[in-house]
Protein backbone atom coordinates (compact mmCIF):
# COMPACT_ATOMS: atom_id res chain seq x y z
CA UNK A 1 0.00 0.00 0.00
CA UNK A 2 1.25 3.32 -0.56
CA UNK A 3 0.91 6.39 1.90
CA UNK A 4 1.35 9.97 2.14
CA UNK A 5 1.51 11.61 5.88
CA UNK A 6 0.98 15.75 6.06
CA UNK A 7 2.64 16.70 9.13
CA UNK A 8 5.06 14.00 9.29
CA UNK A 9 7.45 16.03 11.64
CA UNK A 10 5.28 16.39 14.39
CA UNK A 11 4.72 14.19 17.50
CA UNK A 12 2.76 11.88 16.00
CA UNK A 13 4.09 12.17 12.50
CA UNK A 14 7.33 10.92 13.66
CA UNK A 15 6.29 8.24 15.52
CA UNK A 16 3.93 7.40 12.34
CA UNK A 17 7.22 7.46 10.29
CA UNK A 18 9.23 5.54 13.30
CA UNK A 19 6.35 2.92 13.52
CA UNK A 20 5.25 2.19 9.55
CA UNK A 21 6.69 -0.77 8.08
CA UNK A 22 5.79 -3.20 5.31
CA UNK A 23 4.13 -0.34 3.36
CA UNK A 24 5.87 2.35 0.89
CA UNK A 25 5.23 5.51 3.29
CA UNK A 26 6.31 9.22 2.10
CA UNK A 27 6.50 11.56 4.77
CA UNK A 28 5.86 15.50 4.46
CA UNK A 29 6.61 18.51 6.62
CA UNK A 30 5.08 21.59 6.27
CA UNK A 31 7.83 22.86 3.63
CA UNK A 32 7.27 20.25 1.34
CA UNK A 33 3.90 19.39 2.13
CA UNK A 34 1.92 22.50 2.97
CA UNK A 35 -1.61 21.99 3.76
CA UNK A 36 -2.58 25.47 2.62
CA UNK A 37 -1.62 25.55 -0.67
CA UNK A 38 -3.83 24.04 -2.91
CA UNK A 39 -2.42 23.25 -6.22
CA UNK A 40 0.24 21.54 -3.98
CA UNK A 41 -1.46 18.96 -2.22
CA UNK A 42 -3.49 18.06 -5.45
CA UNK A 43 -0.16 17.94 -7.31
CA UNK A 44 1.43 15.32 -4.36
CA UNK A 45 -1.67 13.67 -3.95
CA UNK A 46 -2.03 13.00 -7.96
CA UNK A 47 2.30 12.32 -8.17
CA UNK A 48 1.70 10.05 -5.46
CA UNK A 49 -1.42 8.61 -5.85
CA UNK A 50 -1.52 6.61 -2.41
CA UNK A 51 -4.11 4.49 -1.46
CA UNK A 52 -4.08 6.10 1.76
CA UNK A 53 -3.69 9.86 3.48
CA UNK A 54 -3.52 10.72 6.95
CA UNK A 55 -3.59 14.06 7.79
CA UNK A 56 -1.49 14.88 10.91
CA UNK A 57 -0.87 18.31 9.83
CA UNK A 58 -2.16 21.03 11.96
CA UNK A 59 -2.09 24.40 14.19
CA UNK A 60 -2.26 22.55 17.34
CA UNK A 61 -0.82 25.27 19.74
CA UNK A 62 -4.37 25.87 21.65
CA UNK A 63 -3.91 28.71 23.33
CA UNK A 64 -2.21 30.39 19.94
CA UNK A 65 -5.61 29.40 18.16
CA UNK A 66 -7.43 31.68 20.26
CA UNK A 67 -4.86 34.67 19.45
CA UNK A 68 -4.70 33.91 15.80
CA UNK A 69 -7.91 32.37 14.49
CA UNK A 70 -7.33 33.05 10.72
CA UNK A 71 -4.44 30.95 10.96
CA UNK A 72 -5.99 28.43 13.16
CA UNK A 73 -9.39 27.89 10.37
CA UNK A 74 -6.47 28.16 7.22
CA UNK A 75 -4.79 25.24 8.74
CA UNK A 76 -7.39 22.70 10.85
CA UNK A 77 -10.09 23.31 8.61
CA UNK A 78 -9.41 25.19 5.09
CA UNK A 79 -5.84 22.98 4.82
CA UNK A 80 -7.71 20.03 5.70
CA UNK A 81 -10.68 20.22 2.88
CA UNK A 82 -7.83 20.61 0.57
CA UNK A 83 -6.34 17.43 1.43
CA UNK A 84 -9.76 16.04 1.24
CA UNK A 85 -10.51 17.40 -2.48
CA UNK A 86 -6.87 16.05 -3.17
CA UNK A 87 -8.07 12.17 -1.90
CA UNK A 88 -11.69 12.80 -3.84
CA UNK A 89 -9.81 13.38 -7.24
CA UNK A 90 -7.12 10.49 -6.40
CA UNK A 91 -9.80 8.23 -4.86
CA UNK A 92 -7.33 7.65 -1.74
CA UNK A 93 -8.68 7.20 1.50
CA UNK A 94 -8.06 9.68 4.37
CA UNK A 95 -7.45 9.46 7.62
CA UNK A 96 -8.16 12.78 9.51
CA UNK A 97 -7.02 13.23 12.96
CA UNK A 98 -8.97 15.66 15.30
CA UNK A 99 -9.88 15.93 18.93
CA UNK A 100 -11.28 15.72 22.30
CA UNK A 101 -11.90 19.47 22.03
CA UNK A 102 -14.72 19.33 19.56
CA UNK A 103 -16.85 18.47 22.71
CA UNK A 104 -17.99 21.33 25.40
CA UNK A 105 -16.96 18.85 28.55
CA UNK A 106 -20.31 19.29 30.28
CA UNK A 107 -20.97 15.53 29.76
CA UNK A 108 -19.60 13.24 33.07
CA UNK A 109 -20.06 9.80 31.21
CA UNK A 110 -17.22 9.01 28.60
CA UNK A 111 -18.07 10.99 25.01
CA UNK A 112 -19.29 8.34 22.31
CA UNK A 113 -18.20 9.31 18.97
CA UNK A 114 -21.95 9.85 18.06
CA UNK A 115 -21.93 12.71 20.79
CA UNK A 116 -23.10 16.64 19.90
CA UNK A 117 -20.23 18.48 19.03
CA UNK A 118 -19.76 22.06 20.88
CA UNK A 119 -16.40 23.23 20.75
CA UNK A 120 -15.16 25.94 23.19
CA UNK A 121 -12.33 27.23 21.93
CA UNK A 122 -11.19 28.21 18.41
CA UNK A 123 -8.72 25.42 17.89
CA UNK A 124 -11.76 23.06 19.24
CA UNK A 125 -14.37 25.15 16.47
CA UNK A 126 -11.57 24.41 13.71
CA UNK A 127 -11.33 20.91 14.32
CA UNK A 128 -15.44 20.56 14.21
CA UNK A 129 -15.74 22.70 11.65
CA UNK A 130 -13.13 20.52 9.28
CA UNK A 131 -14.77 17.20 10.39
CA UNK A 132 -18.08 18.54 9.40
CA UNK A 133 -17.17 18.90 5.84
CA UNK A 134 -14.94 16.23 5.08
CA UNK A 135 -17.65 14.12 6.27
CA UNK A 136 -20.04 15.57 3.22
CA UNK A 137 -16.89 15.34 0.50
CA UNK A 138 -15.54 12.50 1.43
CA UNK A 139 -17.87 10.15 3.31
CA UNK A 140 -15.78 7.38 3.54
CA UNK A 141 -12.87 9.28 5.55
CA UNK A 142 -11.77 8.39 8.79
CA UNK A 143 -12.22 11.21 11.27
CA UNK A 144 -10.05 9.87 14.54
CA UNK A 145 -10.53 11.99 17.54
CA UNK A 146 -7.29 11.08 19.61
CA UNK A 147 -6.08 13.06 23.39
CA UNK A 148 -3.51 14.85 25.36
CA UNK A 149 -0.80 13.15 23.34
CA UNK A 150 2.33 12.44 24.60
CA UNK A 151 5.60 11.05 22.46
CA UNK A 152 9.30 11.60 21.80
CA UNK A 153 10.53 14.69 19.21
CA UNK A 154 8.08 17.62 20.17
CA UNK A 155 6.78 19.42 23.76
CA UNK A 156 4.84 17.04 25.83
CA UNK A 157 2.98 17.30 28.72
CA UNK A 158 5.40 14.45 30.79
CA UNK A 159 8.21 16.44 29.28
CA UNK A 160 7.32 19.46 30.29
CA UNK A 161 6.25 17.78 34.04
CA UNK A 162 9.61 16.11 34.60
CA UNK A 163 12.06 19.18 33.56
CA UNK A 164 9.83 20.84 35.98
CA UNK A 165 9.96 18.45 38.48
CA UNK A 166 14.00 18.10 38.10
CA UNK A 167 14.45 21.88 39.52
CA UNK A 168 11.97 22.70 41.97
CA UNK A 169 10.46 21.44 45.33
CA UNK A 170 7.18 21.23 44.21
CA UNK A 171 4.88 22.14 41.12
CA UNK A 172 0.91 23.23 41.01
CA UNK A 173 -0.92 21.25 38.38
CA UNK A 174 -4.58 21.92 37.87
CA UNK A 175 -7.42 18.86 38.99
CA UNK A 176 -10.31 19.96 37.13
CA UNK A 177 -9.83 18.82 33.91
CA UNK A 178 -10.32 15.35 32.98
CA UNK A 179 -9.11 13.30 29.87
CA UNK A 180 -7.65 10.59 28.53
CA UNK A 181 -3.58 10.71 28.07
CA UNK A 182 -2.45 8.81 24.45
CA UNK A 183 1.11 7.89 23.87
CA UNK A 184 2.06 8.46 19.83
CA UNK A 185 3.49 5.32 19.80
CA UNK A 186 0.44 3.51 20.78
CA UNK A 187 -1.95 6.30 18.53
CA UNK A 188 0.31 5.29 15.19
CA UNK A 189 0.03 1.46 15.89
CA UNK A 190 -3.67 2.09 15.94
CA UNK A 191 -3.41 4.59 12.70
CA UNK A 192 -1.65 1.82 10.82
CA UNK A 193 -4.35 -0.82 11.64
CA UNK A 194 -7.24 1.23 10.80
CA UNK A 195 -5.52 2.30 7.77
CA UNK A 196 -4.68 -1.40 6.54
CA UNK A 197 -8.88 -2.44 7.46
CA UNK A 198 -9.72 0.70 5.99
CA UNK A 199 -11.64 2.05 8.54
CA UNK A 200 -14.56 5.08 7.72
CA UNK A 201 -16.46 6.93 10.22
CA UNK A 202 -15.54 8.45 13.52
CA UNK A 203 -12.89 6.57 15.66
CA UNK A 204 -11.82 7.55 19.08
CA UNK A 205 -8.52 6.39 20.45
CA UNK A 206 -6.85 7.12 23.10
CA UNK A 207 -5.09 4.77 25.86
CA UNK A 208 -7.47 3.22 28.23
CA UNK A 209 -8.60 4.77 31.40
CA UNK A 210 -8.59 8.34 32.18
CA UNK A 211 -7.44 11.42 34.85
CA UNK A 212 -6.89 15.11 35.57
CA UNK A 213 -4.03 16.58 34.29
CA UNK A 214 -2.70 16.51 38.42
CA UNK A 215 -3.03 13.00 38.45
CA UNK A 216 -0.78 12.74 35.10
CA UNK A 217 1.59 15.03 36.98
CA UNK A 218 2.16 12.68 40.16
CA UNK A 219 2.10 9.53 38.33
CA UNK A 220 4.63 11.01 36.31
CA UNK A 221 6.96 12.70 38.75
CA UNK A 222 6.62 8.84 40.98
CA UNK A 223 7.40 7.06 37.93
CA UNK A 224 10.82 9.29 37.77
CA UNK A 225 11.60 8.56 41.40
CA UNK A 226 11.58 12.17 41.93
CA UNK A 227 10.80 13.83 45.57
CA UNK A 228 9.06 16.49 43.93
CA UNK A 229 5.35 17.59 45.69
CA UNK A 230 2.78 17.43 43.09
CA UNK A 231 -0.17 19.92 43.84
CA UNK A 232 -3.74 19.85 42.90
CA UNK A 233 -4.75 23.45 41.66
CA UNK A 234 -8.30 24.72 40.18
CA UNK A 235 -7.92 25.84 35.93
CA UNK A 236 -9.06 29.29 37.37
CA UNK A 237 -5.95 29.78 39.58
CA UNK A 238 -3.73 28.93 35.96
CA UNK A 239 -4.61 31.56 33.40
CA UNK A 240 -4.81 30.47 29.96
CA UNK A 241 -6.19 31.97 26.67
CA UNK A 242 -8.04 29.24 25.69
CA UNK A 243 -10.85 27.45 27.69
CA UNK A 244 -10.33 23.55 27.83
CA UNK A 245 -13.14 21.04 28.39
CA UNK A 246 -13.56 20.03 32.08
CA UNK A 247 -14.05 16.37 30.91
CA UNK A 248 -13.17 15.01 27.65
CA UNK A 249 -12.55 11.56 28.45
CA UNK A 250 -13.16 9.40 25.35
CA UNK A 251 -15.17 6.71 25.12
CA UNK A 252 -13.48 3.76 23.59
CA UNK A 253 -16.37 1.28 22.37
CA UNK A 254 -15.98 2.54 18.87
CA UNK A 255 -12.38 1.47 18.54
CA UNK A 256 -13.06 -1.56 19.93
CA UNK A 257 -15.84 -2.35 17.48
CA UNK A 258 -13.05 -2.02 14.86
CA UNK A 259 -10.44 -4.44 16.54
CA UNK A 260 -8.10 -1.48 18.26
CA UNK A 261 -7.51 -2.25 22.08
CA UNK A 262 -5.31 0.21 23.59
CA UNK A 263 -3.01 -0.07 26.50
CA UNK A 264 -3.61 2.38 29.83
CA UNK A 265 -1.77 5.37 30.00
CA UNK A 266 0.18 4.17 33.00
CA UNK A 267 1.88 1.46 30.56
CA UNK A 268 2.46 3.92 28.14
CA UNK A 269 3.99 6.57 30.40
CA UNK A 270 6.00 3.82 31.94
CA UNK A 271 7.42 2.74 28.36
CA UNK A 272 7.51 6.44 27.19
CA UNK A 273 9.53 7.19 30.51
CA UNK A 274 12.04 4.31 29.21
CA UNK A 275 12.08 6.04 25.84
CA UNK A 276 12.81 8.68 26.86
CA UNK A 277 16.02 8.17 28.87
CA UNK A 278 17.80 6.22 25.73
N1 LIG B 1 -1.07 16.73 20.69
C1 LIG B 1 -2.26 16.48 21.20
O1 LIG B 1 -2.44 16.43 22.43
C2 LIG B 1 -3.44 16.23 20.29
C3 LIG B 1 -4.68 15.96 20.86
C4 LIG B 1 -5.77 15.75 20.02
C5 LIG B 1 -5.61 15.79 18.66
N2 LIG B 1 -4.40 16.07 18.12
C6 LIG B 1 -4.25 16.14 16.67
O2 LIG B 1 -3.35 15.14 16.23
C7 LIG B 1 -2.61 15.62 15.10
C8 LIG B 1 -1.13 15.49 15.36
O3 LIG B 1 -0.81 16.27 16.51
P1 LIG B 1 0.69 16.49 16.97
O4 LIG B 1 0.67 16.63 18.45
O5 LIG B 1 1.58 15.49 16.33
O6 LIG B 1 0.97 17.93 16.37
P2 LIG B 1 2.35 18.71 16.24
O7 LIG B 1 3.44 18.03 16.96
O8 LIG B 1 2.06 20.14 16.54
O9 LIG B 1 2.65 18.55 14.69
C9 LIG B 1 1.85 19.18 13.74
C10 LIG B 1 2.50 19.01 12.40
O10 LIG B 1 1.78 19.79 11.44
C11 LIG B 1 2.72 20.53 10.70
N3 LIG B 1 2.09 21.71 10.13
C12 LIG B 1 1.71 22.85 10.73
N4 LIG B 1 1.16 23.69 9.83
C13 LIG B 1 1.19 23.04 8.64
C14 LIG B 1 0.79 23.36 7.34
N5 LIG B 1 0.24 24.54 7.05
N6 LIG B 1 0.98 22.45 6.35
C15 LIG B 1 1.56 21.27 6.61
N7 LIG B 1 1.98 20.90 7.83
C16 LIG B 1 1.79 21.79 8.82
C17 LIG B 1 3.82 20.84 11.67
O11 LIG B 1 4.98 21.21 10.98
P3 LIG B 1 6.08 22.14 11.74
O12 LIG B 1 6.49 21.36 12.93
O13 LIG B 1 7.14 22.30 10.72
O14 LIG B 1 5.33 23.40 12.08
C18 LIG B 1 3.95 19.48 12.35
O15 LIG B 1 4.66 18.58 11.54
C19 LIG B 1 -3.09 17.05 14.86
O16 LIG B 1 -4.12 17.04 13.90
C20 LIG B 1 -3.66 17.45 16.19
O17 LIG B 1 -4.65 18.46 16.05
C21 LIG B 1 -3.29 16.28 18.91
Same mark, same amino acid.
Given at each position: ??V???G???????A?????S?D????L???????????L?A????????????L %??? *????D??? %??? /?L??????DGA?N??????? +????L???????V???T??????T??A?N??SV *??????? %?????L /?I????C??R???????????????????? +??R??IDV??D?R???? *???D???A??????K??S??V?V????????FEF??E???? %?G?P??????S????????????Y??L???S?Q?V???MPTWQ????? *???E???
Amino acid at each position: MRVTIFGASGLLGQALMREWSGDSVTGLGVEDGNVRDKDLVAEIVRKQQPACIVL %AAA *YTDVDGCE %ANP /ELAFAVNRDGALNVADAARQ +AGAKLLFLSSDYVFDGTKTTPYETDDARNPQSV *YGRSKAE %AEVRLL /EILPGCCVLRTAWMFGMGGKCFPDTILKLA +ASRPAIDVVNDQRGCPT *YSVDLARAIIQLCRKGTSGIVHVTNAGDCSWFEFAREIVKG %AGLPTEVRPVSSAQIARRAPRPAYSVLSPSSSQRVGIVMPTWQDALRR *YVEERKD
